[in-house]
T-cell receptor, first 112, second 116 residues
């Protein structure tokens, strides 16, 4: 699976949009971009995933650049409960086992 | 509905002892995963079960680690002759199927293992 690069930490004001970047310059054509987050003392939680089109669900939006070498997770109106470590993961479609390869993630701190 | 549960939530043991960590996946999920998370790092894959069989155990660090899932539901991670370096949070996840990109993994809260 391709390697991802994320900033170590970010701050965001409550109520503002949080934009979390991820670089995956070696991504292959059959690899998807996944985002998970981990709130303190909990297990990781799935947020969203995409291949090349932008995706939106009730939690967030995922913007993938046209060359697919980077993406941005957008939390449109961050709340204090969104404070967590956010992991960007690239993985092959239909991969047997589909284990997740986590990097260091971005520690997002939402401040009042 | 009930999510993935793990017991115990905390386990303290002494170096050299044997421990068992239990995972109850979401009912009906055929795929089950174990991960280990050291302080300040992301989770690392240990082993993956599809049904009763271990389909991929390439993440197990050595032969002191073993996991079973005899009836295709509950799984137990077993660690023999524990070492201080085994101290970590052990996470379990399940998903409806093993393959495919839409099968998100649902994680339990983890078991925090401390080896003194």
């Amino acid at each position: 699976d391709a390697k991802t690069t994320q900033p170590t930490s970010m701050d965001c004001a409550e109520g503002r949009a949080a934009n979390l970047p991820c670089n995956h310059s070696t991504i292959s054509g059959n690899e998807y971009v996944y985002w998970y987050r981990q709130i303190h003392s909990q297990g990781p939680q799935y947020i969203i995933h995409g291949l090349k089109n932008n995706e939106t669900n009730e939690m967030a939006s995922l913007i993938i650049t046209e060359d697919r070498k980077s993406s941005t997770l957008i939390l449109p109106h961050a709340t204090l409960r969104d404070t967590a470590v956010y992991y960007c993961i690239v993985r092959v479609a239909m991969d047997a086992g589909n284990m997740l390869t986590f990097g260091g993630g971005t520690r997002l701190m939402v401040k009042p | 509905g009930a999510g993935v549960s793990q017991t115990p939530s905390n386990k303290v043991t002494e170096k050299g002892k044997y421990v068992e960590l239990r995972c109850d996946p979401i009912s009906g999920h055929t795929a089950l995963y174990w991960y280990r998370q050291s302080l300040g790092q992301g989770p690392e894959f240990l082993i993956y079960f599809q049904g009763t069989g271990a389909a991929d155990d390439s993440g197990l660090p050595n032969d002191r680690f073993f996991a079973v899932r005899p009836e295709g539901s509950v799984s137990t991670l077993k660690i023999q002759r524990t070492e201080r370096g085994d101290s970590a949070v052990y996470l379990c996840a399940s998903s409806p199927m093993g393959g495919g990109t839409d099968n998100e993994q649902f994680f339990g809260p983890g078991t925090r293992l401390t080896v003194l």
